[in-house]
């Protein structure tokens, strides 16, 4: 399953400027509009997972689902996750913050 990352900045849906002008303003609440989205982070999904299958990986996936682990995987946002931007998200990981998403590989055994 590969999922987009709620709290990478194009996790809320926005249009481009909107991203731009604030990256993680969907995560801190900053954003007008409401978010009825998925917010689970990948170790919840991996327990979800874990109660009917074997999990066997759960890496981070870039735009063009180049995996963390492979050459060539980019952060998002990276550049712009300044100090200010971390201050407001306490808690949450550079990696969860810039990462555009999630692969869980599972079987069924």
């Not at 066997?56 to 200010?84: I, K, Q």
């Not at 990462?99 to 079987?107: I, V």
Request: hydrophobic share 35%; glycine share 8%; net charge negative.
């Amino acid at each position: 399953m590969l999922w987009h990352n709620f709290y990478c900045p194009t996790g809320g849906h926005l249009l481009r400027a909107e991203v731009a002008e604030s990256p993680w303003g969907h995560v801190t609440g900053e954003s007008p509009l409401p978010f009825y989205l998925n917010k689970k982070r990948p170790e919840e999904i991996r327990q979800e997972f874990e109660q009917r299958f074997k999990v066997l990986r759960v890496v981070g996936a870039s735009e063009n689902h180049t995996l963390a682990d492979e050459p060539g995987f980019t952060p998002e946002g990276a550049e712009l996750l300044t100090e200010t931007w971390r201050k407001k998200l306490p808690g949450l990981s550079d990696a969860l913050l810039t990462t555009r998403g999630y692969l869980l590989q599972a079987s069924k055994d």
